[in-house]
């Protein structure tokens, strides 16, 4: 043998070795995509076979009775017109607040609070929550105590009640002590005896009567032992109402609106276990409403308000679907002056001086599209905006209030959160969101803003495919806890060009909300008539056939994946397409790298959609599994970066030879 044998062999085991190790890994990864594909598959069966069952029969005895867990004998329907108060409340929503029919879920939700039972109301955005205890809480002989967690929330609302004569107050962070003094010796019953001497009381002399509503934030129970001494005051002379507790799903921590203040809530039964505590909210899943019931120390055994059983807490929702508001998602240019000029033109020609809300993401883009409204050619004199967020005073926050409720500003552009809750503007015309809400369940309460007059309002969505990447970023720290999920639902209604938007709603709440609430009870696969999907030609929409485009993006991304690379959605979108000459940024130990791939070596061939399409297919491989994201944290932001997830293996499995002969194992379509 000659003596370069030795050496030869010894790689040719090296080579071997190397295979081996490949293929292992490869063994891996298919045994990791055959247990996703099972569980896939299984999910599927699952679904088919629950969508088979028809729903049992109630039990009956040999008599045919039904079973004493069913009976209605001791159960009391508060959804009926004959309490002795009815006629009472009935004539005070019609003087008042000129209400002269109920919408679903009101008058039952009242009967039970002037019942004094323990009531959760899950009403939607825009269902008279508000008047579920404002109308017993001017009927009754003390006060109610309102825990809500904004500051404009509570000044809308005070607002309209002062306007109506009704004696309400607020106390925040911003209230003066004497102001605060003054109120709380109202609350005890003492300002109404020292103010009214003399003087003939008249209903709207608001500043001097015993007050009937308090609007405060958690923080004040939270922190003011001076507010909770005059609660205590308050309940043993028995002056204490109510409590009632607005966006109460704000209590869970399994809410996407949670509030760590709101645990201070927990002491008011503790303290106060006579008072009656009404918890309303638009949207709350079957485990929110446990949470919020374990949190307020109510019963946690709940019966419908239809047929409520003592000892329980009374529950009312109604369905969430309003036929008034009208959704269309609208394309979003990729330039931040070009979506400006859009949304700025939509609103001129469909809502020009009309009371609107644009939703944004963060508290700069907030201001940067208020200056840009401002500041717009077409804007002068037309089109008035303000900002809000978080970060601004208290009263500056007052300010853009009053200026919108009073129509001196048309539109408020503000954050999601900020904004968000409890706004009772009934004349708003249009919510835009300038980008997508981070949740369906979050949108849905958004839109909502609109239209509670009942009168015809628009939503409206700017959605582009790049957007995507900004959102995964803004919600990472829910990510891996039912957050990615939420925002892969909402990219998927604002990607469905086909399915009535009713109907989309529809089925997320049936998945999430469990029993707790529909959207629809009714007619919920009927489609609405008037949403953009239902308006759009079926001719015009197209179905585009991905699977060969969709392989070449994910064997580039397996390749640059191998050389550790970084790319966001926007970057992989030019990187598939050949665009840099298949250079890309890498992560390395010491720091930022450079790789390059050859795509066509690699895939076949490049990606011959345009940017918009391949942005397009790449969210929606996203959103099916077949990439997945990873985040990394900077100084200033975080960012999501693509990546193969173990579906890719579908289709990368094959060698673009290979792909080419095989029929594909899967199909994908956009």
Sequence with gaps: ASPEAPEADTHGRKQLDAELASLDEQIRKLRRLHAEIRSERDLLAATIASRAQVQAPPRTSKTGAQSASTSTAATIDYSKSSFPWTAEIAKTAKDIWGVKKWRPGQEGAINATMAGREVVAILPTGGGKSLIFQIPALLASGTSIVVTPLISLMADQVHGLRSRGIAAEMIHASTSQADIKEIMARMLGSAATTKGKGKKKEAANVDSEVVKLVYVTPERIEKSKTFVNTLQKMYDAGLLTRFVIDEAHCLSTMGHDYRPSFLAL??????????????????????????????????????????????????????????????????????AQAALDAIVDWILDHHERDTG????????????????????????????????????????????????RDKRVHVVVATNASFGLGIDNPNVRYVVHHSLAKSLASFQQESGRAGRDGAPADCVTFWRAADASRLSSLTYETFHTGGKEKLYEVVRFAEDKRTCRKILFARYFANAYDSSQSYDADEADT?????????????????????????????VFEAATAQRGTLTLPQAADLVRGNGGGAFSTQQAKGKGKGKIDVKTVAGNKVTLNKDETEQMLLRLLVDGYLREEFHATAYNVTSYLHPATKAMRLTRLDPS?????????????
């Design 266 to 335: 927990q002491r008011l039964k503790v303290l106060f276990p006579k008072t009656p505590i009404l918890a309303v909210t638009a949207t709350a899943p079957q485990n929110v409403v446990s949470d919020m019931l374990k949190t307020l120390g109510l019963p946690r055994k709940t019966s419908p308000g239809s047929a409520a059983l003592p000892s329980t807490t009374v529950v009312f929702s109604a369905p969430l679907y309003r036929p008034n508001l009208r959704y269309k998602v609208l394309p979003k240019p990729s330039s």
């Design 357 to 404: 809300i644009i939703y944004t993401l963060s508290r700069a883009d907030s201001e940067n599209i208020t200056k840009g409204i401002n500041a717009h050619e077409k804007s002068k004199g037309r089109l008035k905006a303000a900002f809000y967020h978080a970060y601004l005073e208290d009263g500056d926050k007052q300010r853009v209030h009053d200026y919108w």
């Design 527 to 555: 489609p609405c008539g008037h949403c953009d999907n239902c308006q759009r030609d079926p001719a015009t929409v197209t179905t585009l056939d991905i699977t060969e485009q969709a392989y070449r993006a994910l064997r």
């Design 658 to 670: 290979e792909f080419d002969a095989a029929s594909p194992p899967v199909k994908l379509e956009m």
